[in-house]
């Protein structure tokens, strides 16, 4: 009992049958009932006889009828009596004969009435109660039945002259002109050896006929042919030529062509369904989809850059920094002379001095905001509102800008910068760098930039068009140029055979987005009556998951699948700093080193000139003179080898060598050597003096033992 089996019940009691257990089982039963038992004649009987039962049988429900129980037995008794009873009425008889069933003789009136009967139609319950010449019932109609999910069904009738007339408005199968069914019946298979579409199976044993070959393509008319029950044998197009139309000639070439002089019923591979070729073969939906995109070299790693400390910033911003850093220092330097407060007594001692000095020199300035940004701070500070109000503005300018600077120098040191030779199909389509590029010889993707009306599209047509040695053959020549070390080279591929590509070598990738939309479909025959069986077949496996379930085997488990997933991972880990992250510090650094040797030497040779001049004292002599000291006397106190006052000068170093001029025969330390009277000074003045009020001091205290 199930969709393949059918059955004609020819009881003519079919429709008192409890059809409960069989509603459901799918088989066709079909059967014939003489009457319709909801016909209210039919259920007025019905209740008239189960009121005689009934009344009959001490209300024993049992014995009565049910509303679909009447069997044609009683209703064809039910109409004899009718008609036997209308017959006598109408022949106006009011009593039997006399007769029995044991004695030859008949009732006188029997042979009249039956005559009459015969001539007689009455409706009873089985329907127009009528008889022919031979007195067999005629005229009469048959309904035909079929049993259903929700019970009979009437689905015809059937009547001695018209015979059998369907009552259903029959909808005929869904089916395409000329679909058929496969089953039983030998395909050739045509496929190309295309990883992971179709390949040959590795394996010691020599392997014959389908045995042969692995693969997604393989697979999934594996599963076809299970689902239509169809033999299949693969044939293989031995140079990957899927098929393109030359105009020339007229013709297609490759697997197309095959396909054409049905030479093999399907075609699959990684064969993709285009308008052209959809022309002139037939293709099932697509197992697949996919689009055009660049396969090409790993971004490369940067090399470390020796000044990458000045990455953080770009150079707007420092030019900016610069400029508020030179900005800052005059207003300071400006504000000092405006304001009052900064104009201080040099001389603590005298009350009353002559002059006041100001901290705020441009040098102080600068040098105050620059210790600032380098957050090391200096000796110079702001005694006037306005000034520090300049300094702490500034001071919270360098907070910001100095926790910027070390938060982006952080990323900059750790974080692996890439260098991307190219990015998307405009970049390639302007060969950058000598870059060459092509795509499969006669393939879709070619095709794509054949028939694009896109001018990007279109002039790398006329490249390609143009540099035919760029083309190739097969994918995997493509993926082969594409990792040349001699070669610069890009390769316009399609994306699933990229994804393909990139699992399993790692020092290639995807560049940029898909170029179009398109899927993959199995060629045949144009108007081929396995399409529709194909196709439907094709979107039950997708629904079922199988296709995703072999991609995922074909592409990231066989065959070296996942070789590259491992890759990328750690990237965002810190790394160690190598010398070379940092080395530019280093240069600064010693260029900063090397420039104040330099100062230094050029301001001992200026002093030396001066000095060789003012005492009249050859050059050369007085430099050695002063070498000799530097290089062989050890301490910290250098005699004065001068005495000759040059009496003018009021800057710091003159009057210096004025001062120790005056107590030259007995040289006091903070007199003699600046540098330790200023440490002296540092101990006991606040750290607000300055350098230049701290060198007067010094001055102040020589001018008074003077005068003492
Ligand atoms: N799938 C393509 C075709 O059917 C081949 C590969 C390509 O052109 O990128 O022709």
């Not at 259920?43 to 009565?64: P, Y």
């Not at 005492?615 to 050890?634: C, Q, W, Y």
Request: proline residues 4%; contains cysteine; hydrophobic residues 35%.
């Amino acid at each position: 009992m199930s969709n393949d089996h059918s059955y004609i019940i020819m009881d003519p009691d079919f429709q008192t049958v409890d059809i409960e257990a069989y509603k459901h089982g799918g088989s066709n039963i079909t059967g014939v009932r003489f009457f319709d038992p909801s016909l209210d004649i039919i259920q007025e009987f019905i209740a008239a006889v189960n009121e005689q039962v009934l009344e009959l049988s001490n209300k024993q429900t049992e014995n009565a009828i049910s509303e679909n129980g009447l069997p044609l037995n009683l209703a064809l008794m039910y109409d004899s009596v009718m008609l036997y009873t209308s017959a006598i009425d109408a022949m106006g008889l009011t009593e039997g004969g006399d007769i029995n069933c044991d004695h030859q003789n008949s009732w006188e009136f029997g042979s009249s009435i039956i005559n009459y009967v015969r001539t007689i139609e009455i409706d009873g319950l089985t329907g127009i109660v009528k008889f022919d010449e031979d007195g067999l019932r005629s005229d009469f109609e048959i309904d035909v039945l079929e049993v259903m999910g929700h019970g009979f069904e009437k689905v015809g009738t059937w009547t001695a002259d018209d015979g059998y007339t369907e009552a259903r408005k029959i909808i005929p199968p869904i089916e395409e002109e000329g679909s058929e069914s496969m089953k039983g019946k030998h395909f050739i298979v045509l496929t190309a050896l295309s990883a992971p579409y179709g390949m040959l199976k590795e394996s010691q044993a020599t392997l014959e006929g389908n045995d042969r070959y692995e693969g997604f393509g393989i697979e999934i008319i594996e599963e076809l042919a299970k689902m239509n029950e169809f033999n299949y044998t693969f044939d293989i197009q031995e140079d990957g030529v899927y098929g393109s139309y030359d105009a020339k000639t007229g013709k297609w070439n490759g697997m197309m062509e095959k396909i054409m002089d049905g030479r093999a019923h399907f075609a699959i591979t990684d064969l993709t369904i285009t308008s052209a070729r959809q022309k002139a073969v037939d293709f099932t939906s697509p197992f697949m989809n996919l689009g055009i995109t660049i396969l090409y070299k790993k971004p490369t790693k940067e090399p470390p850059n020796l000044f990458s400390f000045i990455s953080p910033f770009s150079l707007e911003v420092w030019g900016w920094l610069a400029g508020a850093y030179v900005g800052v220092s005059v207003l300071l330097f400006v504000l000092g002379r405006f304001a009052p407060e900064e104009w201080q007594n040099p001389y603590p001692c005298i009350a009353e001095p002559e002059t006041l000095d100001n901290q705020f020199t441009l040098a102080n300035s600068f040098w105050f905001t620059l210790g600032s940004v380098l957050t090391q701070g200096s000796e110079i500070a702001p005694i006037a509102v306005s000034t520090r109000m300049a300094g702490s503005m500034w001071w919270f300018f360098t907070l910001i800008m100095v926790s910027s600077y070390t938060a982006n120098l952080a990323a900059f040191l750790t974080v692996e910068s890439k260098f991307y030779a190219i990015k998307s199909v405009q970049d390639l389509a302007n060969n950058p760098y000598g870059m060459t590029y092509g795509a499969k010889k006669g393939g879709a993707t070619f095709s794509f930039f054949k028939e694009s009306d896109n001018l990007l599209y279109q002039k790398m047509y006329q490249y390609m068009d143009t540099h035919p040695e760029y083309m190739t053959a097969t994918n995997d020549e493509g993926l082969e140029r594409v990792k040349s070390e001699t070669e610069n080279y890009a390769f316009l591929m399609e994306s699933t055979s990229i994804e393909y590509m990139v699992e399993r070598n790692c020092d290639v990738a995807q560049v940029g987005g898909l170029l179009d939309s398109k899927g993959y479909g199995i060629a045949m025959k144009k108007n081929s009556p396995y399409r529709q069986p194909m196709s439907e077949s094709i979107l039950q496996l997708q629904e079922q998951g199988k296709i995703t379930r072999m991609k995922d085997k074909w592409w990231k488990e066989k065959r070296g699948g996942g070789a590259c997933a491992d890759d990328d991972t750690g990237s965002g880990d810190a790394q160690p700093l190598v010398l070379a992250n940092v080395g530019g510090v280093f240069i600064v650094l010693a260029a900063g080193s090397g420039m104040a040797a330099i100062c230094a030497f050029v301001e001992m040779i200026f002093d030396v000139w001066i000095t060789s001049h003012r005492v009249k004292v050859p050059f050369k002599e007085e430099l050695i003179a002063e070498l000799k000291f530097i290089f062989t006397t050890s301490g910290e106190v250098k005699p004065v080898r001068h005495r000759e006052s040059t009496g003018s000068g009021s800057k710091g170093s003159k009057k210096d060598d004025d001062d120790k001029s005056v107590n030259a025969e007995a040289p006091p330390d903070d007199l003699l050597e600046p540098g330790r009277a200023n440490n002296s000074e540092r101990s006991s003045h606040s750290h607000h003096t300055s350098h230049s009020r701290r060198q007067s001091n010094a001055l102040q205290v020589a001018r008074m033992r003077r005068f003492s």
